[in-house]
């Protein structure tokens, strides 16, 4: 338990966002934060945009959602920052949350039989103590009634990713993630859940084993996503 969490016993709540004090219906996001975060509408250029930089590479997909744009300087970038590296899994319960209830209504969840997070490496989960991916596919199972499967393992640790082309993350990231129970996927259809699409490297390779299964079909599902490379 961090500092912050120490003291939110004593203190009143604020916005994770902007600081100011929530009222109790506001959950951790005032609702002009809220009403703030850079939705990708789907169907947008972004959304296209988006849904080209993994489907070149992995074209069996059918569809790719992100919910939010993610920079380095917007809200969603900073609520995803302090949820994986301060110890704030709630942040991801709370936009877990609200995503699923959100784009239920765009009906990106029809059809889908089964939720499957991306892993993390198991000294990673352990350190973090927590899989974010996780968190959103059994925030999404609540709002759906879809079942959630950890049946991805990842192989061996992702190095360091950041000076990379997306070229190269692609090649770094083959065979990155095993499918440890091909039974679940085969002819039914099947959503991929991650918190973050960047290069599009690490949802390929967690995509291709699940492709080697023959699904009925694949979703992509992400909370946010950079809208350009
Ligand atoms: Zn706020």
């Not at 990842?154 to 440890?180: C, D, I, K, P, V």
Request: hydrophobic share 45%.
């Amino acid at each position: 338990m961090n500092l912050r969490n120490l003291l939110g016993l004593a203190l009143p709540p604020v916005c994770a966002g902007c600081g100011s004090p929530l009222v109790s219906s506001e959950g951790m996001l005032c609702l002009g934060c809220l009403a703030s975060l850079d939705r990708l509408a789907a169907g947008s250029v972004d959304a296209r945009s988006l849904r080209e930089r993994i489907a070149h590479r992995t074209p069996l997909i059918s569809t790719v959602y992100s919910w939010l744009q993610y920079t380095h300087e917007n809200l969603t970038g900073t609520l995803i920052r302090h949820g994986k590296y301060d110890d704030r899994p709630d942040i991801f319960e709370y936009l877990g949350a609200k995503m699923a209830a959100e784009i239920k209504a765009i009906r990106v969840f029809d059809s889908v039989d089964l939720l499957i997070p991306v892993p993390m490496h198991r000294w990673k989960r352990l350190s973090r103590g927590y899989n974010q991916a996780r968190i959103l596919a059994d925030k999404i199972s609540r709002a759906t009634g879809i079942q959630v499967a950890d049946c991805l393992r990842m192989t061996r640790r992702q190095t360091s990713q950041t000076h990379r082309s997306a070229t190269e993350r692609h090649a770094a990231a083959r065979g990155l993630f095993l499918l440890t129970d091909k039974t679940l996927v085969t002819g039914r259809h099947v959503a991929l859940i991650d918190d973050i699409i960047t290069s599009g490297a690490t949802i390929s390779a967690a995509a291709a084993p699940i492709l080697d299964a023959a699904p009925a079909s694949l979703t992509i599902i992400s909370l946010a996503a950079t809208v350009k490379q």
